[in-house]
């Protein structure tokens, strides 16, 4: 009925108007597409039809280790919403508000990433490396962007904004998709000229990154302290693109009575799969059995796989003057890979099953030594090549969190931001950020053993209860395969790769 009445009296174009009943078109063709792609069986299924924000508090709830939590979706849109929260207890969700379209945060923030020069998809985390930068001087600005309501929600002064009105243009570049401008000429009028993507960042830009930051967590705490009291609870999933903002998850409990904080791996649109699956599971009577402590659901390759695939390769090896060399005994394989990052050699270090989500958990990830000042340099010059601005993330031991952070929680899935301790932070240059905070990976040796072991063996060497680890990839989506990892260790300037028990050096 909403969506109706958006379009009878808003009057918004042609365009958008033909791109949503196209949208609704594509939506009748999954059953057509379900069964191309599981033939005869989907005469034997049942559909269900889960909307996109119960979808995502399904996946932040039903997955999660709390009985009873606050759950919270925020996002850019999905089925005319943007944001849905309420409390759920064993199997049962019920919300209590939702915000609608055109009014959306992920939105706001897409439009100031678009506006700071960063056009691509996903980009809004090099906006949120950026701010610590910054001032939040232009958070005045900001509040004429985005009101806050007594419910919890929130508005945006739509006079900023055109998607509500356009259909705005998108197209896929280099398998991602690409946007229009969301937002209007009076956004440059209120916060001057917009950078484009070639301009130098200026102080300017980085005091509107922390700005618009600072305003992302206004309404984020301002929506969690209504649902808190409403709720009475201290247990808190999050869901949706925007709980990806990691810095705002790792301010929670300073700034609000909640207490513990979840986010399964992929909360953003990926992780409305399985938000979908438990919902028709719980709707047909299943009960909770599942948490997901950890990521590693994807693909794995077995011994004997990757043998082949380094006898097939052993004549480009041998012509980069790699060496190679198997060392079964875990103990072992460990303590010579970490007297290696302590001597500052990049390590490619390539592990059983893939992570499920954006981040690289020590299945497939880049790791080096955090102690040395010079490893970000080093990093983006040998193999990232990324904006410098960006920071480097480490992964601890579980248990030596609380003696290196100012907050203690299990971060598996490096869905929060902690401030390292100051005496801490010279001690690990690398990974910490401008504003002494670190985007930390907790490692539990029950979840993942070979990893816990290896960092362990670096602090037995070092007294450091952490490497830095960033995702195993170039500019690329993140390996998968030993042969993606393999091209990607010959192609860069990385010293070691460990895949395996295989340890190839040169
Ligand atoms: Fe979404």
């Known amino acids: 009925m909403r969506k109706i009445g958006y379009f009878l009296f808003k009057r918004p174009s042609i365009n958008l108007v033909l791109s949503r009943l196209r949208n609704r078109r594509a939506r009748a063709a999954i059953p057509v597409l379900l069964e191309q792609a599981f033939p005869g069986e989907t005469l034997r299924a049942k559909l269900h039809r889960v909307e996109h924000h119960l979808a995502h508090l399904s996946s932040a709830f ?8 606050a759950v919270v979706s925020i996002d850019g849109f999905g089925d005319f919403s943007s944001a849905a929260w309420g409390s759920a207890a064993g199997c049962e969700i019920s919300t209590y508000g939702r915000v ?14 678009q506006y700071l020069g960063f056009p691509h998809y996903g980009d809004e985390y090099k906006v949120m490396g950026l701010a610590p930068y910054g001032r939040p001087s232009f958070l005045d600005a900001m509040r004429k962007i985005v009101h806050l309501l007594p419910d919890g929600g929130f508005e945006l002064d739509l006079k900023f904004f055109c998607h509500h009105r356009e259909d705005i243009a998108y197209q896929w570049a280099d398998g991602s998709p690409e946007f229009g401008d969301l937002f209007s000429p009076a956004l440059e009028e209120l916060l001057g000229p917009r950078r484009l993507p070639a301009d130098p960042l200026e102080d300017r830009h980085r005091d509107i990154a922390r700005s618009g930051q600072a305003m992302y967590e206004e309404a984020f705490f301002h929506l969690l302290g209504v649902l808190q009291k409403r709720s009475g609870l201290t247990d808190l999933s999050l869901a949706g693109g925007c709980a990806m903002n990691s810095v705002a998850n790792g301010k929670v409990r300073r700034m609000t009575p909640f207490r513990r904080v979840y986010v399964q791996p992929a909360a953003g649109d990926a992780g409305g799969a399985i938000g979908s699956a438990f919902a028709a599971w719980h709707k047909l009577g ?11 659901w994807g693909p794995e390759f077995g011994a004997a796989e990757i043998s082949r695939l380094l006898t097939a390769h052993e004549s480009d090896m041998a012509a980069a003057g790699c060496k190679l060399e198997d060392i079964s005994d875990e103990a072992t394989l460990c303590r010579r890979t970490a007297s290696a990052i302590a001597d500052g050699k990049v390590i490619g270090w390539f592990q059983g099953r893939m992570e499920w989500g954006p981040r690289a958990l020590g299945n497939r990830s880049i790791v080096c ?27 601890v031991l ?22 390292i301790r100051e005496e801490k932070r010279k001690l690990i240059p690398a990974v910490t950020h401008v504003d002494g905070s670190g985007r930390l990976q907790t490692v539990s040796s029950l979840t993942n053993p070979r990893y816990h072991r290896l960092i362990k063996s670096f602090r037995t060497l070092t007294g450091i209860p952490m490497v830095l680890n960033t995702s195993f990839n170039e500019n690329e989506p993140v390996v998968c395969k030993p042969q993606e ?21 040169r």
């Open 369 to 395: 030594d955090p102690r040395r000042a010079d490893m970000k340099a080093l990093l983006n010059a040998k193999i990232k090549r990324r904006e410098s601005f960006r920071p480097f993330a480490p992964s």
């Open 398 to 419: 579980e248990e030596a969190v609380a003696e290196w952070f100012e907050e203690d929680d299990a971060v598996p899935f490096m869905m929060q931001v902690f401030q």
């Open 286 to 296: 299943g009960k909770r059995t599942f948490v997901m402590d950890h990521a590693y």
């Open 485 to 505: 990892a393999l091209d990607c260790f010959l192609r860069t300037k990385m010293d070691i790769l460990v895949i395996g028990n295989t340890v190839i050096s």
């Open 62 to 69: 039903h997955v999660c280790p709390f009985d009873r939590a």
């Open 100 to 113: 609608y379209f055109p009014h959306s945060l992920g939105i706001f923030y897409q439009a100031l990433t």
